[in-house]
């Protein structure tokens, strides 16, 4: 894009109203420009809406409304939340309905906060089922969790393949990964068939508590 244009791009996002609304003058956006750096509003609608449309024009053209400016401020739009009402508003005036992608629904949000919450039990729950010793990293491996567990049934899947690397050789030996490593990769034990057999004496049964689930 040749560089008064780039220019001009930069001052509508200063120059919109909070609805990524510009009402158009050329003559003040030229100022801002450069006299040397000539800018119309043919050629300029032309380069920004090259392979995608970013401008739509308002009002016969008396207002230009620029898409991106919504994406870049304030991600997706949630009617109950006050500036985002106002901007709606605003735009369903100029006869534009928000984008189904800049608009998230109150109940759809309502619904994301259900399910983290969901997320957040899941995970104590597993966690204090980690071998106490090697609790580290709590906050990596609620991240790593959350990112991983999507479902009930995956979350099924995560207490399996616990159970299955607290019966591994490895733990029984004492060699533990620490907590934020397991959760990185606790898919690999979903189908982990390696086991050590249960010890019944009492002075090694006591060496296990600290690593089998309370």
């Known amino acids: 894009m040749p560089a008064p244009y ?3 791009w930069d001052y509508l996002y200063h120059d919109c109203n909070h609805a990524g609304i510009w009402h158009v003058d050329f003559d003040i956006a030229q100022i801002y420009v450069g006299k040397d750096a000539p800018i119309n ?3 300029a609608l032309c380069l920004f ?6 401008i739509i024009v308002l009002n016969g053209g008396s207002k230009w409304l620029i898409k991106p400016f919504l994406t870049f401020q304030y991600g997706n739009l949630n009617p109950k939340n006050k500036v985002h009402f106002s901007v709606i508003t605003m735009l369903e005036k100029e006869g534009i309905k928000p984008l189904a992608s800049h608009l998230q629904r109150a109940k759809d949000k309502d619904k994301d906060k259900d399910k983290d919450k969901d997320k957040e039990q899941w995970f104590l729950e597993i966690w ?3 071998p106490s010793s090697r609790r580290h990293g709590k906050e990596v491996s609620k991240k790593r969790f959350i990112e991983s567990v999507e479902t009930e049934e995956d979350f099924i899947d995560i ?5 299955k690397y607290l019966e591994s050789k490895d733990v029984i ?3 533990i990964k620490r907590g934020s490593k397991w959760f990185q990769e606790w898919r690999d034990y979903i189908d982990f068939e390696e086991f050590e057999p249960k ?7 006591g060496a296990l508590n600290d690593w089998q689930p309370k």
């Open 6 to 8: 780039k220019i001009f």
């Open 41 to 43: 509003q043919e050629e």
């Open 49 to 54: 809406n090259n392979g995608k449309e970013r």
């Open 128 to 130: 204090k089922q980690y």
């Open 159 to 163: 207490k399996n393949a616990l159970n």
């Open 173 to 175: 030996g004492g060699f």
């Open 199 to 205: 010890k019944n004496s009492n002075s090694e049964q």
